[in-house]
């Protein structure tokens, strides 16, 4: 069956250290996979996208890797802060389905002063 | 440019009613998708409006249905409500539909059916 996975399990992190959160996917073909940031109450905010023929984007403090082969993404935020504390939510696109947007679970993020 | 709007922001119901739910793009932005976010199912895409005809639709019950205005702006409807249609629902436009495009969420729809 088709799938994607997030860290099922709260990241707890200091501030200044990397924050990595995973995403695996099996069984799609993801021309692209996003990235996007929840925070309570709030709808997602995109972040990044990243296309499969890509290795890595990044933006700012944010770095994404997409590993096609692996069919796995990395989301790292380096010298992560507080306010970097949210839920980050993975999507890729489901050729098979028209493209529509299939979304992850999400991973928490908490970063500690 | 003023994001993404959803009216209401919350909701309460019984079981059996009928909801409305709207959703007014940014502007300029022809594609709005709607999903269901549930603690314990995460976000679920329910479908897809692009110049007034649903582009693709998700695994859900005929209860839910959609329709697209020529100003873009768009409805939700749930008809014959059960309790597990409590949840967040966000609309999310771009501006153009399919390939790469980032969507804009709004602040959601807390519906609760009681």
């Known amino acids: 069956s088709q799938k994607i996975e997030q860290n099922s399990e709260a990241l707890n992190i200091q501030e200044g250290k990397t924050a990595t959160l995973t995403c695996n996917y099996t069984n799609y073909s993801p021309a692209y996979l996003q990235w996007y940031r929840q925070d309570p109450g709030r709808g997602p905010v995109f972040l990044l996208l990243i296309r499969e023929n890509e290795k890595e984007k990044r933006k700012e403090r944010l770095k994404v890797t997409f590993d096609t082969t692996l069919k796995q993404s990395l989301f790292h935020i380096t010298a992560s802060q507080p306010a970097d504390s949210a839920t980050y939510l993975c999507?890729?696109?489901?050729?098979?389905?028209?493209?529509?947007?299939?979304f992850g679970a999400g991973t928490i993020l908490r970063v500690k002063s | 440019k003023a994001g993404v709007t959803q009216t209401p922001r919350y909701l309460i119901k019984t079981r059996g009613q009928q909801v409305t739910l709207s959703c007014s793009p940014i502007?300029?932005?022809?594609?709005v998708s709607w999903y269901q976010q549930t603690p314990g199912q995460g976000l679920q895409f329910l479908f897809e409006?692009?110049?007034?005809?649903?582009?693709n639709k998700g695994n859900f019950p005929g209860r839910f249905s959609g329709r697209q205005f020529s100003n873009s702006r768009s409805e939700m409807n749930v008809s014959t409500l059960e309790l597990g249609d409590s949840a967040l629902y966000l609309c999310a436009s771009s501006l153009r539909t399919g390939e790469d495009s980032e969507q804009f969420f709004g602040p959601g729809t807390r519906l609760t059916v009681l």
């Open positions: 999507a890729l696109d489901a050729k098979e389905y028209g493209n529509k947007l299939v």
């Open positions: 409006y692009f110049s007034e005809t649903q582009r």
């Open positions: 502007s300029g932005h022809r594609s």
